[in-house]
């Protein structure tokens, strides 16, 4: 079983950045391929971007390529979120997730995930 918990979510205005992290504990950290989603209000969860075990591989959605950058710090059991330029369509409850690389894609599925953290931009 792995726990995760995000932190780093707010209120922060259009162009402005924040850095999300999502602490893991219970399990090997380094087995775990780490992945970010969203959820924005009335509508579905969707995918961000996610890291291969060593930090080698990055894969993000289109929107915030460019703007997003996903990062792990396996000493410390940590992915990182850094966001920058952030738009008003970046609202969302965001969410960490995790998962064993040996089936699945950087997609998923994700079996554990993280309870959320709020961020919301203003325009």
């Known amino acids: 079983q792995v726990q995760l918990v995000e932190s780093g979510g707010g209120l922060v205005q259009a162009g402005g950045s924040l850095r999300l992290s999502c602490a893991a504990s219970?399990?090997?950290?380094?087995?775990?391929?780490m992945g970010w989603f969203r959820r924005a209000p009335g509508k579905e969860r969707e995918f961000v971007a996610a890291?291969?075990?060593?930090?080698?591989?990055?894969y993000y959605t289109d929107s915030v390529k460019g703007r997003f950058t996903i990062s792990r710090d396996n000493a410390k059991n940590t992915v990182y979120l850094q966001m920058n330029s952030l738009k008003a369509e970046d609202t969302a409850v965001y969410y960490c997730a995790a998962r064993s690389p040996v089936s699945g894609t950087y997609l998923g599925p994700y079996p554990y995930w993280g309870q959320g953290t709020q961020v919301t931009v203003s325009s």
């Open positions: 219970g399990r090997t950290f380094s087995n775990y391929a």
């Open positions: 890291i291969h075990l060593s930090g080698y591989s990055t």
